[in-house]
């Protein structure tokens, strides 16, 4: 392999909904480097962090049944047990749930946690407020799906953040669809929640970093109930 493929082969690649903000940015460096060189330079960097901003990189999926993937790459913000969002129809009873905070810096492309068939989707709109806040699940805009498995039904929304303005969504009710494929992707900054049907142990911690598609949050079939973690 020569040295330019080899760097190709570096390089993700880029999401198609992420080409009019490149464009747009790569644009109005020209226009900045023409008033003023140095100006002009700061928009290249600009450009460059959106270019990675919309990076879609190949994920490796494990696909054994009963697996939970993360659905964002992020920080695991919150492990707890709380009561669904109405909409997604989940019950009145608390369910874990699992947060992921995507900063601007992490990969925005949403991926699905688990196979199954999407039995809803609910878009409600709301405020902005900063994601990591946990009042952000009741008050943001959030996009729901409800999918269902052999194993029972998970949510996941998709939350708007303090600089998220747009949230993206890839696919419809009654779609069939994989662990670890594409569903969606939030613009600028953002959280998703998974929420896991009840009883479900999760494998995570806080702190801990998520990898969409590839980090298992959880697995049906565990048996390990005296699982522990350590932050070092």
């Known amino acids: 392999m020569s040295i330019a493929n080899s ?13 009019p903000f490149i464009g747009g940015f790569a644009l109005a460096s020209l226009i900045l480097f023409w008033i003023w060189s140095p100006l002009g330079w700061i928009g290249t960097v600009l450009t460059v962090w959106c270019a990675l901003f919309f990076r879609d990189p190949v994920r490796v999926t494990p696909v054994r049944e009963g697996l939970v993937v993360a659905p ?9 047990q709380v009561l669904p ?6 019950g009145d ?9 995507m900063s601007v810096f992490n990969c925005h ?12 989707i609910a878009y409600r709109p709301g405020a902005f407020i900063n994601a990591e806040l946990d009042k952000a699940s009741e008050d943001n805009e959030r996009n729901s799906l409800v999918i269902s498995t052999p194993n029972g039904r998970i949510g996941v929304i998709q939350i708007a953040g303090l600089v998220a303005r747009r949230i993206v969504s890839f696919v419809r009710e009654g779609q069939t669809i994989g662990a670890g494929e594409r ?3 939030i613009r600028f900054g953002s959280r998703l929640d998974v929420y896991l049907p009840e009883g479900t142990k999760a494998l995570v911690a806080e702190g801990q970093t998520a990898v969409a598609g590839e980090t298992i949050l959880a697995d049906f079939r565990a048996g390990d109930n005296g699982r522990t973690f350590r932050a070092d």
Not at 7 to 19: D, L, S, T, W
Not at 72 to 80: E, L, N
Not at 85 to 90: D, W
């Open 109 to 120: 492309v949403n991926r699905s946690p688990v196979a199954g068939r999407i039995d809803r």
């Open 7 to 19: 760097i190709r082969a570096q390089i993700p690649p880029v999401h198609p909904e992420g080409y």
């Open 85 to 90: 969002p109405a909409e997604l129809g989940l």
């Open 72 to 80: 964002a790459d992020g920080r695991i913000s919150k492990v707890t």
């Open 93 to 101: 009873r608390p369910l874990p749930r699992i947060s992921i905070f």
């Open 183 to 185: 569903f969606g992707l």
